[in-house]
């Protein structure tokens, strides 16, 4: 089951990042009182009660001009409307309800989406209940009264929010189809390589960045095995701050990876690897996901023997976080390898859901320590006495050893590499928890 996505929405000031960064549990976004300050992380995992979703603080630039703010806030209510199963609209109690809250409450109740409307910098309820009573003419139901910056009421808002989930959002997706979000920067051509999969302009293909209007879901069948092909949103409309356009790409990146069993990172051969295709890997990297990098546009460009070994090391070296990811050069133009696209989804998806029996890997276990000896410090050395997987998509294993601040992430490493060496898990993450067993007798 993908977790459902709540977006914050409201004008600049009002608190939306402390909120944010009260929920997630650090200090992700950078808070200012300068408009147009949120650059940092957009999202976050949260966890309430039995519930795991995302939060998303939509911020962009948020320029002083008045006109321009209203602008700034509709294109984030519009991004939340399209991205997020509940919207948490927050408004400051110490401004009041002022003229651009309405033209934005006008909006998002015409959304039909779940709207909970949060009343921040309430410190003290008995004092300023009177001020949170004005919010009522928003139409938007029963205000909810928090502080962000002392997290009161937070808990009261949360409850109101989750009871806006889907009834399955505490349980199972009973679609088992495979699904593959298409994902990266606008205009790299992610709408151009489903359209050339499913031999169909079923997508709106266009020059302009941020023409894919919302996340559309794809159906596509090759040899009897069914796959749902998710292609990530640019923008709603064309948009001419490049933070704002980056900033919501990476959002629908988010909705679109949360959702999906594989990515497939596309790459623009004309332009190289940039900062932002390292944002959005980090995207799915974050959350366990199999990662293809598709380079396309490959047929523009002029070749000699050492091309594809150049290019190829420039994307290991810049994304070197994913190195397990599998690398395609193809072209959504001419078609070039793109029935190879299909081959490595089906061997990452497969890999994403391996699971080894626990007797093979402490075999490896036991054959990588006397390979290697585990650190020690101060004479004491890490024992590692098992392994196993407790669970997949992305695998996840369990080494129990004897102390855990022995336990050098260079060595857990060097066991990620025997296993990959054993299975494989091409295109897969792969994942590891230490715990401590203390030694008997």
């Known amino acids: 089951m993908s977790k459902p996505i709540v977006a914050i929405v409201g004008r600049p000031n009002v608190g939306k990042s402390t909120l944010f960064n009260a929920l997630a549990g650090s200090r992700i976004s950078i808070v200012k009182d300068t408009p147009g300050v949120t650059r940092d992380r957009i999202y976050a995992d949260v966890d309430w009660l039995d519930y795991h979703f995302t939060m998303i603080d939509t911020g962009g630039i948020e320029p002083e001009s008045e006109d321009i703010i209203l602008k700034s806030m509709r294109s984030q209510a519009q991004i939340a409307m399209d991205t997020a199963d509940v919207i948490i ?25 779940p709207v909970v409307l949060v009343v921040n910098k309430v410190d003290n309820f008995d004092k300023f209940m009177p001020e949170v009573y004005e919010f009522y003419n928003l139409g938007l139901g029963d205000p909810v009264p928090v502080s962000a910056a002392s997290q009161l009421g937070i808990g009261d808002m949360l409850d109101e929010v989750i009871s806006h989930f889907p009834e399955d959002a505490a349980g199972e997706e009973e679609d088992e189809r495979p699904k593959i979000a298409v994902i990266g920067k606008p205009n790299v051509g992610k709408s151009s390589i489903i359209n050339k999969l499913l031999g169909e302009e079923r997508v709106i293909v266009s020059d302009i960045a941020g023409t894919t209007r919302d996340a559309i879901d794809t159906e596509v069948t090759r040899d009897g095995r069914q796959y749902i092909f998710i292609d990530t949103a640019g923008l709603r409309r064309k948009n001419k701050i490049k933070e704002e356009l980056e900033r919501y790409s990476i959002i629908r990146t988010v909705t ?16 190289g690897v940039t900062e932002q295709d390292a944002k959005i890997a980090g995207v799915a990297h974050e959350r366990g996901k199999g990662l293809i990098i598709a380079v396309n546009k490959w047929d523009a460009i002029e070749k000699d023997d050492k091309t594809v070994y150049k290019f190829e090391e420039n994307i290991r070296r810049i994304l070197s976080f994913i190195s397990y990811a599998e690398i395609l050069f193809i072209s959504a133009k001419t078609g070039q390898r793109l029935p190879k696209l299909f081959d490595l989804i089906d061997i990452v998806i497969d890999n994403h859901a391996l699971r080894v029996g626990t007797g093979v890997l402490n075999e490896i276990l036991t054959e990588a320590v006397a390979m290697q000896e585990p650190p020690s410090d101060k004479g004491k050395k890490l024992r590692l006495y098992y392994m196993t997987e407790v669970s997949v998509k992305p695998p996840t294993f369990v080494i129990f050893v004897n102390d855990k601040k022995l336990s050098h992430f260079s060595y857990t490493r060097y066991i990620e590499n025997r296993i990959r060496e054993a299975f494989g898990f091409r295109g897969t993450p792969v994942k590891f928890i230490i715990r401590e067993r203390k030694e008997k007798g």
């Open 256 to 271: 679109a990876v949360e959702r999906a069993d594989v990515c497939v990172l596309v790459i623009d051969a004309t332009e």
């Open 89 to 113: 609209f927050l408004v400051d109690v110490r401004q009041g309800l002022v003229d651009s809250d309405n033209k934005v409450a006008d909006m998002l109740r015409r959304s039909h989406k």
